[in-house]
Structure formats: structure tokens, C-alpha cells
């Protein structure tokens, strides 16, 4: 196996193997653009690495030490030459993006012996020891694990007592006595010397970069992301160039269109005199990249040129990394940029006018659940106005409008999240170590920092509001408190967040929904032409139906009308029903449920006018019907006039020990026929009224629960029945189908035989799922996280449907319905049905539409077509 690749070996088609960095470095060798010499060690070495001891093998450092003579002449730079020193920079690189959750470490090559010649051949002392002194402490944090506020401190003393406010105004004596004390701090608190060799230094971030795949927030932020621990990280070495020469240096960040809003322009960062991670870590506030077009016009001409070209070549939005070197521009890194939700759509529309993408290419250029940011509130324009402004200086780094108490530690909006506080996480910049934080917060707020921060970049990806840069804020974190202009605010202060115009306010403000524009509806339009897998609703209340309609449902998937009994006199006959000995009493309160429930289901038929809707009949455990407390079992005694005692008896005797697996769905019907009997007549009178207003709906009646092919046919034979007699009496014809509900194993492996009985089966997915495993939904959240965090589970199976068991249940069950009708209509109705990676498996096994809640729709909609697409590729 071949452990090292120079970048002139490789390409984008070897992403796996050189991780997301090394790949484009290479492609970008490839095409003739000024990219720093360098190699890199593939994600499969990481990988051996961890699992064998975590240890650098020997042919594998031997590789290394070939391709650090290979770049030695490539460059022609030494490791050890007094005339043009070589140093390098040791990076992780992953197959896919985790911006920030490794690490990193410049100026590798740097020691005692060559620092003072690299001076001399650069002819800037300062500079030297600057590079030396940024090497001591890059190094010391990632290899020996030695905390950075012990750097900091010395850094910042000497700031103070020079009275500096910038790093650039650190003289070479300053540098070399804060280098003497660092070098202390190795001893003090490592137990041992900075490394002199060259080759150690090396082999050493090698480790430590391969090691830090496993690290805490790498893995935390895999886990928020989906990306799976098994893939390893790829350590990029190349050549350094230098941004922080001199004043004719400098580096930046960039985006080849404006990653918030789309708008066709360069969009990004720079800082003159400065390396590479004084920008991305909000150490210092950067410069707008429009701006190097006054100070350097022919690199920011420069820029352009390699950008169009950039975009043109990877046809998607490109990231780029740059350093300029004594007026000479280098390319270090690109990628396919992180975006919001509103520019995702924005620039996949400019791509197809542009000829860059077809409209199959750009819709898989959108990220399904990034669609949510479209979703996100904005603030009710008339309360926004009476609000008091914190600031209106910060820079709108994520977009959204949201509220929350103020914290200022990632540790304390942990610990108020899960209290089911909103919080918004104030810090002067965050770091790595805050993902946790981040994830739960409804904001993030820093005054140092710009649009390419690690605050940005990261709430960015997680669909979080963020507003960066406000450096009129005076953050005290240990102090809990920050002061602005008009005043201060303390822990646990309510403050409104506008990512998108960088102003804070004191307290809440209204939100309101944000408007779907025209690049939406563009884009949505595609959809709907490339999907074969509809989109329906799970709803039955009209505010969700209209939603759903809203969104571009197709029909509703699953009218649960167990909800429809928790309205007081809905709730008290049902009782009456389930709870009297007489059968007239039942009888009565059968008539009673009638007409709510016809009342109900004409105000969905009125709203779904036409289109089909799936009900599901009654699907609860009784125990969920019955009074618990004491204070309700006396109100249910007094509503059916009887004693207390009596009532109490008759709720011990339905008492069950696990009624999730006990007397509910169809069992319940087998018990008492009559109440899905009531419940088919209540649909059809309800229909029969809206068709004779000329609205020809769809009534499709589905029983839950199924285990045998006896409780189906028996079930669809007297629901038939009733039905029939009631269009007789009623003299019309009315559309409808009976089908039944899969989410039992049993029912799945015999689905055949249901599949007789049936006009369309739908699956339930969150039920199948629990008798699958045997897990209990209520129950599994207390070790189903500990299962991911340790791998054994890969994703919790109730947010993204279990490929491997579920999944194969499917597969059996469609397979045997198929054989017995080969044009059976297919649904899904558990939440399922909304998440992306759910869908793409639903498209491959032939179903013929999902359905989820209102706000998922869009999503499941951009899920369906990109399956779609995928497979016909």
C-alpha cells in the first residue's frame, strides 16, 4: 500500500484516499495554478495508525522521509540550507469538510540552529522569530497537549507591558525573550524540550494530526454532521510561504460568491502581515477582499482570474485559501463552499443561466436539510421598531432572527439548553471546544472576527444564526457580563439576534416566517418535475394542513385521529365508551363521537379539497384515553354518574403492563368494531356533503397495526360493508380505498398476504422501527446516544430509518406485495419520511411517496428528486 502521494500524483478523483485538501491541491497542480509544493499521507494510514497502536510504522515513515527529499528538490529549499530554508506547514485534510476540528501546525522546520540564518537570508529578524515563536506554541498545544492560555499569557503581558495593541508591533528582542520563556513552559509543564530535529518535529505533527481525528469536538461535530468515523483524516505537507513577511504580504479567505446571499462578487477576508490562522481564528478583525483591490489591484485581478476559473472547473462555489508573498500570490487551499440555504438556491439557479450546471446538476449542488435556514423567522417589523438596539455594528454572518438568554461558556448552554431555556452564546471568539455549545444555542455572538471566522463558518453549517465582529462589545466572560455603549447586559439577560443585518437588542422580539423568494419557487419547480417519489403531509389540524399545502404537499399521508379525542367532549364520550358496562350508554356515546368526528373530517376534506388523504383509524393504547389522577377519575365518575369505586375497578381491570404492545390499533377494533365503524361512516358522511359541493375527495381509510392476514380481511370486510350500505342509503358514489398499515415485523414478512386484503399499504416506519430492535421510542433516548458516541450504533434508527434491519424488512415485504400487485400504491407515514438519507432508501425500493410534518416537506421533496436523479445516473 502506498502510504504518500506528491501533489503531482494525485486528483480529484482520489478524494477518498487524499482527503477533501490533498485532492484539490493536487487538482489544482494539475491545472497550472501556484500552489506551494507538497505531498500528502493517504486517510488509509490514519485509519492503520489508530488501529494499530498509534504508532508510525516504519515504511510508512520511510515514505515520509522520501517525499521530504523529493519536496526538498522540488523547491529547491533545505530543511538545513543557509541560503533558502524550507519550512512546511502539517494539516488534516478529511474527505469531507470538518473546518476547525483538527489540527494543524505551521512553520514546521524551525529550530534554535537555523532560525537566526533564516533571518539573515530574509533580512528581517522580526520576522523570523515571529515564525519560531508562532511554531513554539502551534506545536506545543497540538503535539504535547499543552493548554494555549499559558502562550497567551506570556503574549499578552508582553502586549501590555509594551503597550501594544497589534502582534505586528513586537519587536525581534520582544520575540526572542518570549521564545527563551516558552521554551520554559515545555519543561515546566510537557517534561520535555522542544524538538531541534527536523524530521522529529515532523513525525511528531504527523501524529498529532492523525490523533486528532479522534479528539473530542472532531468527534462531536461528526456526529452533528453524519459523517462517519471510519474514513480517517489525510495530513497534508507543503511548503510555506509567508504572509506575515512584511507589509507586502499577507493572506485571506474567500468565497467565490457570497455564501449568505448568493450574489455573484468575490466575498471574503484578508489581513496584511499575517498568517493564515490569525484570520480564520478571529484573533484579529480582517479587511473586506474588495479592499486588496486598492492596496494590491493586480492580485486582486489575479484572484479573480484563478476564481472564475476555479468555478468553472469544479462547477460549484469554491473556498479559497490564499497567501501572498512579497506581492506574489499562492493558492492553498480550495472547496465546494459551505452555504446558506437562501444563497444554495441562489446560485444553483445563476449556475444552470450561466451554462455552468443542468438543473439535475445544481439541484444536488442544495444540501436537503439545509432548507430548514430558509424557514428560519425574521423580526415583526412593527416590534422590532420599539425595540432598544444593543448594536448594529456586527457583521451578519449567518442568517436568521431568534431570542434567547445570554451565556457566555459553551459548558453553561449546555446545562440551560436541556432546562429548555433558549440561549445565545456570547464569547469574544469561539474555538473549537465550543461545538457543543454552538449546537444548542439559538445564537452565536462574538466581537472579534469576520464572515470567514470559526464562529461563521461552523454556525453556517449548522443552519444557526450568528452575528461576528462586534467589537463594540466589551465581553467579560469570567465576569459573566458585557457592556456596550447604552449599557450592560448579565448572564441570563434576554437578547434578540439579526444574522441577517449584525444587530443585537435587548429582549424578546416577535418573529415572523420569512417569504419563500423567487430563486425558491425556481428551483422547487425543478423538483417537481425530476421527483418520482411524492411528497405528502402528516396533519389533521388546519394550521398543519395549510402548511403543508404551502409547502407543495401532494395529499396528506397520515390523519392521526387519535388526536381528534383530546378535546373535552370528544375525550369524555370515548370515555364513556371505553369505561360503562351498558351497552346503551356505548351506543350513545358512539352517536356523540359521530358527530365530532364528521365535523372533523369535513374541515380536512375542505381543505384538501381534491387531493388524497390517508386516515389512519383509531391507533392509541386506551391507557392514553383514561384518567390517571385522582382529581380525573372523580370527574369521569361525576360525568357518567357513578361511584368512584366503580371506576376504579373497571381501570384496573384494562390496566396493561406494556400497552404500546397491547390492547391499541386494530386490536382495540377487534374488541369494539364499532368504534372504526363509527369512524368509516363519520369519513363517508363527511365525504358524500363536500362531493355534493362539487369536491371530489379522496378518502383513503387506512387500519393500523396489522399482524395478520385474518385481522385485515375481517376488518376491511365489515368497514366495506358499512360503507357500501352508506352510499346505498345515501344514493352516491363516492371514490375510496381501504389499505392497511405495516409496522410490525410479522406484518412486514407476510405483507403478501395483507397485500390481498388491501388497496395500499403503507409502512410505519417509528413502530417497525421500535419492534424491530425492541427498543422503546419513549425509553431508548437514556443509551441511544452513548450507542452513537461509541459506535454501536452508526445514527440513532428514529431520526434515519435502519438501512441494514429495517431496511431489509422493507425490501422483503414490497418484494412479496409486488408478486401480488404489481401497481400497489406505497406509502411511508412515520417521520421517516422527512429525512434525507430515509427518502434516497424509500426511492430505491420503489415506494410510491413518503409523508412527514409540514416543515419537513420541502426538504423530503428536494430528498426525492435528488434520489431520483442518483438513480437514473
Given amino acids: 500500500m502506498q502510504h504518500v502521494y506528491d501533489f503531482n500524483e494525485g486528483s480529484l478523483e482520489m478524494k477518498e484516499l487524499l482527503g477533501g485538501k490533498g485532492s484539490n491541491l493536487a487538482e489544482m497542480t494539475r491545472l497550472g495554478l501556484p500552489v506551494p509544493k507538497g505531498f500528502v499521507i493517504t486517510t488509509a494510514t490514519c485509519i492503520d495508525y489508530l488501529e494499530h497502536g498509534e504508532e508510525l510504522d516504519s515504511m510508512t515513515q520511510s515514505e515520509i522521509n522520501a517525499a521530504l527529499i523529493r519536496l526538498e528538490e522540488s523547491s529547491k529549499k533545505g530543511f538545513s540550507d543557509t541560503e533558502n530554508i524550507l519550512l512546511v506547514s502539517v494539516r488534516s485534510g478529511a474527505t469531507i469538510s470538518m473546518p476547525g476540528m483538527m489540527d494543524t501546525i505551521l512553520n514546521v522546520g524551525l529550530n534554535d540552529a537555523n532560525v537566526a540564518c533564516f533571518a539573515q537570508i530574509t533580512q528581517d529578524e522580526r520576522f523570523a522569530y515571529d515564525c519560531y515563536r508562532r511554531l513554539l506554541q502551534m506545536y506545543g498545544n497540538v503535539v504535547y497537549g499543552i493548554d494555549m492560555k499559558h502562550f497567551d499569557n506570556i503574549l499578552n503581558q508582553v502586549k501590555r507591558n509594551k503597550r501594544y495593541s497589534q502582534d505586528f508591533e513586537l519587536t525581534a528582542d520582544d520575540l526572542k525573550d518570549m521564545i527563551s520563556q516558552y521554551k520554559e513552559i515545555y519543561i515546566n509543564l510537557a517534561g520535555k524540550a522542544f524538538p531541534q530535529d527536523v524530521k522529529a518535529q515532523i513525525m511528531g505533527a504527523v501524529e498529532a494530526v492523525f490523533k486528532s481525528w479522534n479528539n473530542d469536538r472532531a468527534k462531536i461535530y461528526r456526529k452533528l454532521n453524519n459523517i462517519p468515523d471510519s474514513i480517517g483524516t489525510a495530513v497534508t505537507i507543503q511548503e510555506m510561504v509567508f504572509g506575515n513577511k512584511n507589509k507586502e504580504s499577507g493572506t485571506g479567505v474567500l468565497f467565490t460568491r457570497n455564501p449568505s446571499t448568493g450574489e455573484d462578487q468575490l466575498y471574503g477576508e484578508f489581513l496584511l502581515n499575517a498568517q493564515g ?140 439548553s436541556a432546562l429548555g431555556k433558549p440561549v445565545i452564546l456570547v464569547r469574544h471568539e469561539t474555538s473549537p471546544e465550543d461545538i457543543e455549545g454552538m449546537s444548542v444555542s439559538e445564537a452565536i455572538v462574538t466581537n472579534h472576527g469576520g464572515m470567514t471566522s470559526h464562529a461563521a463558518v461552523v454556525a453556517r453549517g449548522m443552519g444557526k444564526c450568528c452575528v461576528a465582529g462586534c467589537d463594540v462589545l466589551e465581553i467579560n466572560e469570567e465576569q459573566k457580563s458585557l457592556h456596550y455603549p447604552g449599557g450592560s447586559l448579565v448572564e441570563g439577560d434576554i437578547i434578540s439576534v439579526d444574522g441577517d443585518t449584525g444587530s443585537l437588542y435587548v429582549g424578546a422580539i416577535q418573529t415572523r416566517n420569512s417569504d419563500l423568494d423567487e430563486n425558491y419557487h425556481t428551483v422547487m419547480s425543478w423538483v417537481n418535475d425530476i421527483a418520482t417519489v411524492k411528497v405528502r403531509m402528516n396533519a389533521e389540524t388546519p394550521l398543519d394542513i395549510q402548511a403543508g399545502l404551502d409547502f407543495g404537499a401532494t395529499g396528506i399521508g397520515l390523519v392521526r385521529t387519535e388526536h381528534m379525542f383530546f378535546q373535552p367532549e370528544p375525550l369524555r364520550e370515548l370515555r364513556r365508551f371505553i369505561l360503562s358496562n351498558s351497552d346503551k350508554e356505548r351506543k350513545d356515546a358512539i352517536g356523540s363521537i359521530l358527530i365530532h368526528q364528521q365535523g372533523d373530517f369535513r374541515e380536512i376534506f375542505e381543505l384538501i379539497q381534491d387531493k388524497p388523504t390517508v386516515i389512519r383509524l383509531l391507533d392509541m393504547p386506551l391507557h392514553e384515553f383514561l384518567p390517571n389522577s385522582k382529581q380525573d377519575i372523580e370527574l369521569v365518575a361525576s360525568q357518567q354518574n357513578v361511584s368512584v369505586e366503580d371506576i376504579s375497578q373497571r381501570l384496573t381491570g384494562l390496566k396493561e403492563l406494556n400497552p404500546m404492545l397491547g390492547h391499541r390499533g386494530c386490536r382495540l377494533a377487534m374488541t369494539y368494531p364499532g368504534l372504526y365503524l363509527m369512524q368509516a361512516e363519520a369519513i363517508m358522511l363527511a365525504a358524500i356533503e363536500l362531493n355534493s359541493k362539487g369536491i371530489a375527495v379522496k378518502p383513503e381509510i387506512m387500519i393500523p397495526l396489522v399482524s395478520t392476514e385474518r385481522e385485515t380481511a375481517y376488518l376491511r370486510e365489515i368497514i366495506q360493508v358499512r360503507i357500501e350500505t352508506i352510499l346505498e342509503e345515501h344514493q352516491v358514489q363516492v371514490p375510496y380505498t381501504i389499505g392497511a398499515m405495516i409496522e410490525t415485523p410479522r406484518a412486514s414478512l407476510i405483507a403478501d398476504k395483507i397485500a390481498q386484503h388491501s388497496d395500499f399499504c403503507s409502512f410505519g416506519t417509528n413502530d417497525l422501527t421500535q419492534m424491530a430492535f425492541g427498543y422503546s421510542r419513549d425509553d431508548a433516548g437514556k443509551f441511544l446516544n452513548q450507542y452513537v458516541n461509541e459506535g454501536v450504533l452508526t445514527y440513532d434508527p428514529f431520526q434515519r430509518v435502519d438501512e441494514e434491519g429495517v431496511g431489509a424488512l422493507l425490501k422483503i415485504a414490497i418484494e412479496n406485495i409486488k408478486k401480488v400487485n404489481s401497481t400497489m400504491k406505497l406509502g411511508i407515514c412515520g417521520e421517516h419520511g422527512g429525512n434525507p438519507k430515509s427518502v434516497e432508501l424509500f426511492a430505491s425500493l420503489g415506494f410510491s411517496y413518503v409523508s412527514c410534518s409540514p416543515y419537513r416537506i420541502p426538504i423530503a421533496r428536494m430528498a426525492a428528486a435528488q434520489s431520483a436523479i442518483k438513480l437514473n445516473q
Avoid at 302 to 314: A, G, V
Fill in 277 to 416: 490562522e490569525d484570520v480564520v481564528a478571529g484573533i484579529r478583525t480582517p479587511i473586506s477582499i474588495n479592499r486588496l483591490n486598492e492596496s494590491m489591484p493586480e492580485i486582486y485581478t489575479e484572484l479573480l482570474d484563478m476564481t472564475n476559473k476555479l468555478e468553472q472547473h469544479y462547477k460549484d462555489m469554491q473556498d479559497v485559501e490564499f497567501t501572498i508573498e512579497d506581492r506574489k500570490l499562492h493558492l492553498l487551499q480550495t472547496r465546494n463552499g459551505k452555504r446558506g440555504a437562501k444563497s444554495a438556491f441562489k446560485i444553483a439557479v445563476d449556475f444552470v443561466n450561466e451554462g455552468i450546471l443542468t438543473k439535475e446538476e445544481a439541484l444536488l449542488t442544495i444540501d436537503p436539510e439545509s432548507i430548514n435556514q430558509l424557514l428560519h423567522p425574521t423580526f415583526d417589523e412593527k416590534d422590532l421598531a420599539q425595540a432598544e438596539l444593543v448594536t448594529d455594528n456586527g457583521l451578519p454572518a449567518s442568517p436568521g432572527a431568534t431570542m434567547g438568554h445570554v451565556v457566555f461558556d459553551a459548558v453553561t448552554a449546555k446545562e440551560w
